[in-house]
Antibody, heavy 125, light 108 residues
Framework: EVLLVESGGGLVQPGGSLRLSCAASGFTFSNYAMHWVRQAPGKGLEFVSAINSNGGSTYYANSVKGRFTISRDNSKNTLYLQMGSLRAEDMAVYYC??????????????????WGQGTLVTVSS | EIVLTQSPGTLSLSPGERATLSCRASQSVSSSYLAWYQQKPGQAPRLLIYGVSSRATGIPDRFSGSGSGTDFTLTISRLEPEDFAVYYCQQYGSSPYTFGQGTKLEIK
C-alpha cells in the first residue's frame, strides 16, 4: 500500500522557519517526482514546489521562490520542504503528493495519484 | 498561468440524481492534460479522472470526464451518498499546473 506521511507542521511566528518531512512507503520512492501542494483554510489547492526523481531538478511557485527549499533523501524515502521567512499567507495545510506525470528540465506536467494526510502550518504572532 | 474557473460554486442535488460539473480554462489546455479530484472534509484530495476522461484506479464508472480545449465536464451519472464532497479540476499541460477553485456538491 502506498503511504505518504507528512510531519513537521506547527505554529511559527512571521519571519520564522519550519521544516516539513514526508515519509514514503509502499512504492519505489526514487522512481517518482514528488510535490508539495498547499491549501489555505477554506481555500483551494496551490502548487508550492516539486523535485524530480533523483533530486537533480527543483521547481518552485513564484510566491515561495527564494524562501522555500525542497529536497529529498532517496535512501530514507523521505521528501523535505525547508520553509523560511514565513508569512501569514503561507498558512495552510501542506500535502506531499506523488507525481504520475513527468518533470522536464524546466517544468512539471504533473497530476497526483497519492497524497499524504497533510500537515498544518500556522503563521501567527 | 492558466486560470481554471469551476461552476457552479455549489450544486445541491439528491442521491440518485445526475451531477454535471464544469471547468473552464482561460486558455486551451495542452494535450488534454486535465484531471479531476474529489476532496471530503479533513481528507486529502483523491484522483478521479486524468487525461480528461481516463478513470483512476478504483474509481467507479458512474464518474466520467469529457471536454477539450477550454471546456471540460465531470459527470456523476447517479449520485451515491458518499459522492457529496468538493471537486477540483486541475490542468497540467502548462507550467505551473493550476487548480480550479472547486465545486461543492451538497445534499439537497
Amino acid at each position: 500500500e502506498v503511504l505518504l506521511v507528512e510531519s513537521g507542521g506547527g505554529l511559527v511566528q512571521p519571519g520564522g522557519s519550519l521544516r516539513l518531512s514526508c515519509a514514503a512507503s509502499g512504492f519505489t520512492f526514487s522512481n517518482y517526482a514528488m510535490h508539495w501542494v498547499r491549501q489555505a483554510p477554506g481555500k483551494g489547492l496551490e502548487f508550492v514546489s516539486a523535485i524530480n526523481s533523483n533530486g537533480g531538478s527543483t521547481y518552485y511557485a513564484n510566491s515561495v521562490k527564494g524562501r522555500f527549499t525542497i529536497s529529498r533523501d532517496n535512501s530514507k524515502n523521505t521528501l523535505y520542504l525547508q520553509m523560511g521567512s514565513l508569512r501569514a499567507e503561507d498558512m495552510a495545510v501542506y500535502y506531499c503528493a506523488r507525481d504520475l506525470g513527468y518533470c522536464s528540465s524546466t517544468s512539471c506536467y504533473s497530476y497526483f495519484d497519492h497524497w499524504g494526510q497533510g500537515t498544518l502550518v500556522t503563521v501567527s504572532s | 498561468e492558466i486560470v481554471l474557473t469551476q461552476s457552479p460554486g455549489t450544486l445541491s442535488l439528491s442521491p440518485g440524481e445526475r451531477a454535471t460539473l464544469s471547468c473552464r480554462a482561460s486558455q486551451s489546455v495542452s494535450s488534454s492534460y486535465l484531471a479531476w479530484y474529489q476532496q471530503k472534509p479533513g481528507q486529502a484530495p483523491r484522483l478521479l479522472i486524468y487525461g480528461v476522461s481516463s478513470r483512476a484506479t478504483g474509481i467507479p464508472d458512474r464518474f466520467s470526464g469529457s471536454g477539450s480545449g477550454t471546456d471540460f465536464t465531470l459527470t456523476i451519472s447517479r449520485l451515491e451518498p458518499e459522492d457529496f464532497a468538493v471537486y477540483y479540476c486541475q490542468q497540467y499541460g502548462s507550467s505551473p499546473y493550476t487548480f480550479g477553485q472547486g465545486t461543492k456538491l451538497e445534499i439537497k
